[in-house]
Structures are given as C-alpha cells and as structure tokens.
C-alpha cells in the first residue's frame, strides 16, 4: 500500500530594477533570471538532493510531469519500509 500526501515549497522571483538601468540599452533586463536559473537554482537543487540523501530510509528523486523545469522541478520524495522480519532498507 502507498500512501501519499503532497508539500509545495514555491520560490517567486522579482528583480526590482532602476528606470535608469532600462534605458540604458547595454543594460540586460533578463540578466537576473538567467543567474536564477543558471547559478542559483542548480546549486539549491544540489543542496536539497545532498540533504535528503542523507535520511539513508529516504529516496528521492525528480519526476517530469510535462511542465518545464524552468516553471517546475518536482521532487519526489519516499520512504521505504521493510516488511516485518526483513532487514531494514539502507
């Protein structure tokens, strides 16, 4: 038997930017959002994979449901159990 039940942590991303920077024609208003993707975002991924895998009972990994992982990374998470008797799972 499975048993389910779901978390959701939500990052919402802002740049506050100067109007003198968006006139400036040098200036890349998406600079900011490539660093989140590129630099941030993969280090924390890195970091909760690491923390998790330190739970030796808890699996976990990324499940794609279609959408993009720019939108959103899902990480699934289990714990395994076994069966009276049985060894523990490590």
């Known amino acids: 038997m499975a048993a389910e039940k779901c978390f959701n942590l939500r990052?919402?991303?802002a740049a506050e930017i100067p109007e003198e920077l968006l006139e400036d024609d040098e200036f890349?208003?998406?600079a900011w959002?490539?660093?989140w993707?590129?630099?941030i975002k993969p280090?924390?991924?890195r970091v909760l994979f690491s923390e998790l895998r330190s739970f030796?009972?808890?699996e976990a990994r990324?499940?794609?449901?279609?959408i993009s992982p720019e939108d959103e990374v899902e990480v699934v998470v289990t714990r395994k159990y076994a069966a009276p008797g049985k060894p523990t799972l490590q």
């Open 11 to 13: 990052f919402s991303l």
């Open 28 to 30: 890349d208003e998406h």
């Open 33 to 35: 959002l490539a660093e």
């Open 37 to 39: 993707e590129n630099q």
């Open 43 to 45: 280090r924390l991924i």
């Open 56 to 58: 030796d009972q808890w």
């Open 62 to 66: 990324v499940r794609n449901r279609g």
